[in-house]
């Protein structure tokens, strides 16, 4: 008799423990269920992107969004917010850091205040031209970076261009000495404070919807940047010389968030977004080449003074120190950099 409880109660030990294991079992595979065909639940994610609906890189965030919705069966589905509806650049970046904004496209020049190293891409002459910035950005230098906003909480998905960026002031300026005690807006890096301070300017970092009222009402008499952005943001209405010296060519990166992306996303379609970004650029890049043109054109159509540049070494040589000033891992970067053919 005895021996029969103790059976029985094997037997009951052995039954509770079957249904636990199979119900632990049938939990863990639930997870990759919802997110098969079967059960397909869809993901929004948003990107914030300063630039207005027509510009090139919020066109290259769009294609992006299309590449990642077809390739994940429209799983995935990247809402786009243009025109800085989700807040100026390094008020993104802090939220994207934490959250609350799942992707942006943004300049590495403001990532560089969270992310250091990205420096090593954005100092002034650094490249010869475009081709040579893409085969930095394609190659291994460009991955390695793209990875090294990881330790920040970011996750990197691609590159885009962003041309090359020139001077634009009140009153003309030939050479780096005619820049002398103007007041000129950078972004908000301090490497870019620096670089404006050594060709003797008055470096004023702020946010870029404010550059326009700064213009405006005299707070600054200058800033720089590219010929669309000199155009789309209205730039060119209140700051009519342009001096062409192109100190800087800073590419756009497509950052996303650790803490958002792993909560929602699982690692693979984490790939496949890195992918669509990857095979957005080049739809990018074709975007820009063109609208360049058109903002150049526009710009001379208003009337605007070009003042070309032919020999950039009298900007390039004031630039020495800050090169000697960054740090070893960033002057060993910009070896490689100098290197890439
Ligand atoms: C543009 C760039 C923006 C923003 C802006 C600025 O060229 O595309 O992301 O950084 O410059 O000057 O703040």
Same mark, same amino acid.
């Given at each position: 008799? !005895?021996?029969?409880?103790?059976t029985?109660?094997?037997?009951?030990?052995?039954?509770i423990?079957?249904?636990?294991?199979?119900?632990?079992?049938?939990?863990?595979?639930?997870?990759? =269920?919802?997110?098969?065909?079967?059960a397909? =639940?869809?993901?929004?994610?948003?990107?914030?992107?300063?630039?207005p609906?027509?510009?090139?890189?919020?066109?290259?965030?769009?294609?992006?969004?299309? @590449?990642?919705?077809?390739?994940?069966?429209?799983?995935?589905?990247?809402?786009?917010?243009?025109?800085?509806?989700?807040?100026?650049?390094?008020?993104?970046?802090e939220?994207?850091?934490?959250?609350?904004?799942?992707?942006? !496209?943004?300049?590495?020049?403001?990532?560089?205040?969270?992310?250091?190293?990205?420096?090593?891409?954005?100092?002034?002459?650094?490249?010869?031209?475009?081709?040579?910035?893409?085969?930095?950005?394609?190659? /291994?230098?460009?991955?390695?970076?793209?990875?090294?906003?990881?330790?920040?909480g970011?996750?990197?998905?691609?590159?885009?261009?962003?041309?090359?960026?020139?001077? $634009?002031?009140k009153?003309?300026?030939?050479t780096?000495?005619?820049?002398?005690? %103007?007041?000129? !807006?950078?972004m908000?890096?301090?490497? %870019?404070?620096? %670089?404006?301070?050594?060709?003797g300017g008055?470096?004023?970092? %702020?946010? $870029?919807?404010?550059? $326009?009222?700064? @213009?405006?009402?005299?707070?600054?008499d200058?800033?720089?940047n590219?010929?669309?952005?000199?155009?789309?943001?209205?730039? $060119?209405?209140v700051?009519?010389?342009?001096?062409?010296?192109?100190?800087?060519?800073?590419?756009?990166?497509?950052?996303?968030?650790?803490?958002?992306?792993?909560?929602?996303?699982?690692p *693979? *379609?984490?790939?496949?977004?890195? =992918?669509?970004?990857?095979?957005?650029?080049?739809?990018?890049?074709?975007?820009?080449?063109?609208?360049?043109?058109?903002?150049?054109?526009k710009?001379?159509?208003?009337?605007?003074?070009?003042?070309p540049?032919? /020999?950039?070494?009298?900007?390039?040589?004031?630039?020495?120190?800050?090169?000697?000033? =960054?740090?070893?891992?960033?002057q060993e970067?910009?070896?490689?950099?100098?290197?890439?053919?």
């Open positions: 008799m !005895r021996r029969q409880n103790i029985l109660s094997n037997i009951i030990v052995v039954l423990l079957a249904v636990v294991l199979l119900l632990g079992g049938c939990a863990k595979k639930e997870k990759p =269920q919802e997110t098969t065909a079967e397909p =639940q869809q993901v929004v994610l948003r990107l914030a992107e300063t630039h609906p027509d510009y090139p890189t919020t066109k290259g965030d769009y294609k992006f969004a299309e @590449l990642v919705k077809e390739r994940t069966n429209g799983r995935i589905v990247i809402e786009v917010y243009p025109s800085s509806q989700l807040g100026e650049e390094k008020a993104v970046i939220q994207v850091q934490f959250g609350s904004i799942d992707l942006t !496209r943004v300049s590495i020049a403001p990532v560089g205040a969270f992310v250091p190293i990205l420096n090593a891409l954005q100092l002034p002459y650094l490249y010869r031209d475009s081709d040579h910035m893409w085969k930095v950005l394609k190659g /291994d230098i460009g991955k390695e970076l793209l990875k090294s906003v990881e330790d920040a970011f996750i990197g998905f691609g590159w885009f261009e962003a041309g090359a960026r020139s001077f $634009y002031t009153k003309p300026v030939r780096p000495d005619d820049l002398k005690g %103007m007041k000129i !807006r950078v908000e890096n301090d490497l %870019m404070v620096a %670089m404006v301070n050594a060709l008055v470096a004023t970092p %702020m946010p $870029y919807g404010e550059v $326009y009222s700064a @213009l405006q009402t005299g707070v600054i200058g800033a720089e590219n010929w669309p952005s000199y155009y789309t943001s209205g730039h $060119y209405e700051a009519k010389y342009y001096t062409l010296d192109e100190h800087l060519r800073v590419p756009e990166i497509i950052i996303g968030s650790k803490i958002s992306l792993s909560q929602k996303l699982t *693979e *379609e984490i790939e496949i977004l890195k =992918q669509a970004a990857w095979h957005a650029i080049e739809y990018q890049r074709e975007q820009w080449a063109a609208y360049e043109k058109v903002a150049e054109e710009v001379r159509a208003a009337g605007n003074t070009i003042i540049v032919e /020999d950039k070494s009298a900007w390039q040589a004031r630039m020495k120190d800050l090169y000697a000033k =960054q740090s070893p891992e960033i970067i910009v070896r490689r950099i100098q290197e890439v053919q």
